[in-house]
T-cell receptor, first 111, second 115 residues
Framework: AQSVTQLDSHVSVSEGTPVLLRCNYS??????LFWYVQHPNKGLQLLLK??????LVKGINGFEAEFKKSETSFHLTKPSAHMSDAAEYFC?????????FGTGTSLTVIP | KAGVTQTPRYLIKTRGQQVTLSCSPI?????VSWYQQTPGQGLQFLFE???????NKGNFPGRFSGRQFSNSRSEMNVSTLELGDSALYLC??????????????FGPGTRLTVL
């Protein structure tokens, strides 16, 4: 069975400080993992994806994520938060032609 | 390439009515998935279509149905609307399964309000 757990429903950081959004997954197969971002009243945009190549994945807007099989984690990081990063972030595992979404983490960036 | 388009963007209906939402995938994408997004339940998978066939289905009542046309465009229909059907309905398209790059590309959504 596939599932995704986003460990924090809300994260608040100051502008210019690092961002860490945590995600653990469960998958019966070698998973494909994704992070998506959703800005208010917008659709979802792909930030980055892991598909069994390099374990450190770089995405758009300075985000990156590291796949750790031993910890079944796929945490999203960014060295320095920007005001425009304020949004909802979703960790997703793909298996059997389905996407399994986490419950989302709302990121607030304080000026 | 044009992105995933959804029409209409906003809809207001009353209880008991039915509604049809439309989704045009990215050119060349043959898989279309539908999701319901609400504040309480988050993103929930409705169904996925591939080559005009429903390949996967989420845990929604039979009032929710869909179809896909030969040009990969898809529609979803909700009959006998209930207040709880108020949500953002997202459509996503992707390349067929088996691709290493099977990420889904999402449309902007249709905001359905049921009064």
């Amino acid at each position: 069975a596939q599932s995704v757990t986003q460990l924090d429903s809300h994260v608040s950081v100051s502008e210019g400080t690092p961002v860490l959004l945590r995600c653990n997954y469960s998958s019966s197969y070698s998973p494909s993992l994704f992070w998506y971002v959703q800005h208010p009243n917008k659709g979802l945009q792909l930030l980055l994806k892991y598909t069994s190549a390099a374990t450190l994945v770089k995405g758009i807007n300075g985000f990156e994520a590291e796949f750790k099989k031993s910890e079944t984690s796929f945490h999203l990081t960014k060295p320095s938060a920007h005001m425009s990063d304020a949004a909802e972030y979703f960790c997703v595992v793909s298996a059997s032609n389905q996407f399994y979404f986490g419950t989302g983490t709302s990121l607030t960036v304080i000026p | 390439k044009a992105g995933v388009t959804q029409t209409p963007r906003y809809l207001i209906k009353t209880r008991g009515q039915q509604v049809t939402l439309s989704c045009s995938p990215i050119s060349g994408h043959r898989s279309v998935s539908w999701y319901q997004q609400t504040p309480g339940q988050g993103l929930q998978f409705l169904f996925e279509y591939f080559s005009e066939t429903q390949r996967n289905k989420g845990n929604f009542p039979g009032r929710f149905s869909g179809r896909q046309f030969s040009n990969s465009r898809s529609e979803m229909n909700v009959s006998t609307l209930e207040l709880g059907d108020s949500a953002l309905y997202l459509c996503a398209s992707s390349l067929p399964s088996g691709s290493l790059y099977n990420e889904q590309f999402f449309g902007p959504g249709t905001r359905l309000t049921v009064l």
